[in-house]
C-alpha cells in the first residue's frame, strides 16, 4: 500500500491546485433608476444584491432598453410633488434635461440627447429609431429621433403628460394626462391625435393588452383602474381595487392574462386577472412603491420603493416578498434585462 501513497498524494495536490469554478452568470440583470441620488442601480437577482452603480444626471426617472442599450429621461425641473407650492422652487436646469443613454457593455453612459422639456416618461418605437416622449411642463408629446436626437414633431396631449405606452404594432402610442384626466391616442405616424378619451382623475400609465384591443389605465386619485376599448377607443368599464389604494404603475405578463398593479402611498402591488378584471391577490411591497416590472420568466416582481430606498423582490406564484434590496436615493423606474 505503500508505493500508491505519493500517487495518491499527486492526485490529490492536483485536485486541490485546480482554480475553483467560476460563478455562474446570472441570466438577467435589473436596473434601478434613482431621481434623488441621479445614477442606476444594478442588481443580480440571483443573490439578489447591489452589483454596481452608474452615474447618470439629474433626475433620472423614465427608462427602457434596445439593442445593448438603456435609455433613461433626465431632468433638471425640481421635484413638485402634489400639494407643494411650485413658486417656492428653484428654477429649473434646462442644461440637465435630456435622454441618457448607457451602454450595458460598457456599464457607463455613452451618449445624451434631446429628449424635449422636462422628459418623464417614453416608448421607443418597433425599430428602435424613435422615441415618444412625455414632456411634464410642456403639456405634449415629443416625437425624437434617436440617431440625431433631433425633434420630428411635438403633439399636444394635455397637461401634465405622463405614461407613455405604444401599441402592439407600433401604429398608436397612448400618452395619459395627470391634469386633464384623459389619455391621447396618437398616430404614430401622422403625429396627430386620433381621440382623447376620458378616464379617471390624474391617470399614471397604461396597459396595453397583446392583441392590442383592450388596455388598463390607471387612476391614482380615484383609487381604479379605467379599462378602454382600444378599437372604440373609449372607456367600457373600470377595476375596483380596495380603498386606500393609489395605483401607479404597471407590469402585465406576456400573455396579457395578469397585471401587476403598484399602489404607490397605499404599499401594495396588486394581481388583476384581465378575464374577470377581478384583484385575485395583494402583497404589501413597500413604501410607497411605483416603478415596477416582471422578470424575463416572469417569476419575481420588482417594485422600487421611493422613500425607503430600496427594491422588493417579489415571489409572483405566492404573492410575498422574498427580499429587499438597497438601492440609490428615491429610485423610480425599474427594468430586468436578459443577460
Partial sequence: MKKFLPVAMAVFAVACSKAPEPAAKPSYLVYVTNEGSGDLTVIDPSKPELIATIPLGKRPRGVHDFGGQIFVALSGSPSAPPGVDESTLPPPDKSADGIGVVDLAQGKVVRKFFGG????????????????????????????????GSVVKSVPTGEEPEGVTLSPDGKV???????????????????????????????????VMPDGKRAYVTNENDGNLTILDLVKLEAVGTVAVESGMKPMGTALTRDGSRLYVSTGRGKKVLAIDTKTDKVTASVEAGQRPWGITLSPDEKLLFTANGPSNDVSVIDVATMTVVRKVKAGDKPWGVIAIGQ
Fill in 173 to 207: 402610442v397612448y400618452v395619459t394626462s395627470e391634469n386633464d384626466g384623459t389619455v391621447s391616442a396618437v398616430d404614430t405616424a401622422a403625429g396627430t391625435v386620433i381621440k382623447v378619451m376620458k378616464v379617471g382623475r390624474r391617470p399614471r400609465s397604461v396597459a
Fill in 117 to 148: 422639456s422636462d422628459p418623464e416618461q417614453f416608448a421607443i418605437s418597433r425599430d428602435g429609431s424613435l422615441l415618444y416622449v412625455a414632456n411634464e411642463d410642456a403639456s405634449g408629446l415629443s416625437i425624437i429621433r434617436i440617431a440625431d
